[in-house]
């Protein structure tokens, strides 16, 4: 790996594992968690206030970008990094994920996915060629190879079909990025294991992976409706399957109790919308678990949104006042909701680093889940 990305692995404990990625635009500490940026923005968010909780990356979303305002644009403009302000490490989806919800608004071929724009209706192409190209045109740090989401539920024949598919697509993607030099030299590129929840197909995809070669490895095709159950027997041996000196992101993953699982199973990055859309609705995350500030139980308690977080929300603000702005509607109370899931978010990842360095993870763990389950009151 070159100066433009270097993983190193600091410590372990048990399959748990924390280090440090190394790009041009600064480091990422891992285990971590990336905000989603879906349009150039962390909803509700400033980005020096995401900054503030401990994020080193955010992720941006290819889809969004490529309909509105154009990734063209994005580059005149000087790239996603100047035109959002935010001068640390992006990373940026491939679109596959997002395609793939449209359904009846997509085509899929061996070529690539036509489908119509949920804006406007406007028809267009992605191909893996023309992924990369959007990221390189975005500026994006960490690129992801184009692929297909396959569905859950799926039988063993269509998740291969779909697994083949992807890798085939996995080679154009790297054969595209590479082929944008100038990019290349500052950027890396990430495959994505595919193959539903079997396990042959898992192995066949990774040794496909590998054998094309990318400075990092993603497993996708989870949480996509297959339950918590389900998920972790597959991340039981999916990253094993992956190169051990690489980064390993679980995409679209997810509530606390999914993220400290999966870190446990080996797992080094995650991103989600749900800190954020939570907040958005009123839900916060707590060390005891979420809590849904909508409720009347609420409306007169002075104490702090969680009294263990030591974020801007919880040591200015009480419930109550939450509670007041979230049911008036008030964009206020979507920020401060938003700004301490994110924070918390953050702070679970630097327990587990910690955690991880100090050879306590599985301990640690335990009491974070004995905690946030047993006072979860929705």
Known sequence: MSERFKFEIKATDG????????????????????????????????????RATGADIILGNTYHLMLR?????????GGLHRF??????????SGGYQVMSLSSLRK??????????????????????????????????????????????????VAGKSMRMS???????????????????????????????????????????????????????????EGQGPMFD?????????PQDRPRYLMGVGKPDDIVGAVLR???????VLPTRSGRNGQAFTCEGPVNIRNAKHKEDSGPLDPSCSCPVCTTYSRAYLHHLVKAGEILGAMLMTQHNIHFYQSMMQ????????????AHAKAFLDRYKGGQDG
């Not at 959002?84 to 989806?93: A, C, G, S, V, Y």
Request: negative net charge; hydrophobic residues 40%.
């Open 266 to 272: 080996g797992v080094d990055m995650f991103d989600c």
């Open 15 to 50: 399959k748990a594992r924390t280090g440090v990625i190394r790009m041009l635009r600064g480091e990422i500490r891992t285990p971590a968690f990336m905000p989603v940026g879906t349009a150039a923005t962390v909803k509700a968010m400033r980005v020096e206030d995401v």
């Open 167 to 225: 890798m085939r697509w996995a080679k154009r993607s790297r054969a595209g990025f590479d082929s944008g030099e100038e990019h290349a030299s500052r950027a890396a590129l990430f495959g994505i294991q595919q193959g539903s929840l079997y396990k042959d197909l898992r192995k066949e995809s990774a040794e496909r992976l590998t054998e094309i070669g990318f400075d990092g490895y993603a497993i996708g095709g989870l949480a996509v409706g």
């Open 108 to 157: 899929i071929t061996e070529e690539g996915v036509s489908f119509a724009s949920h804006i406007d209706g406007s028809r267009h192409n992605l191909t893996p060629e023309r992924s990369m190209e959007i990221q390189r045109l975005l500026g994006s740090d960490i690129v992801m190879a184009f692929d297909e989401c396959t569905p859950h539920p799926a039988s063993h024949e």
């Open 84 to 93: 959002m302000n935010w001068h640390r490490p992006i990373l940026t989806d």
């Open 69 to 77: 305002p154009s990734a063209e644009r994005v580059a005149k403009l």
């Open 234 to 242: 597959v991340l039981d041996y999916a990253p094993g399957f992956l």
């Open 351 to 362: 327990g587990l680093r910690d955690a991880i360095a100090e050879g306590r993870v599985e």
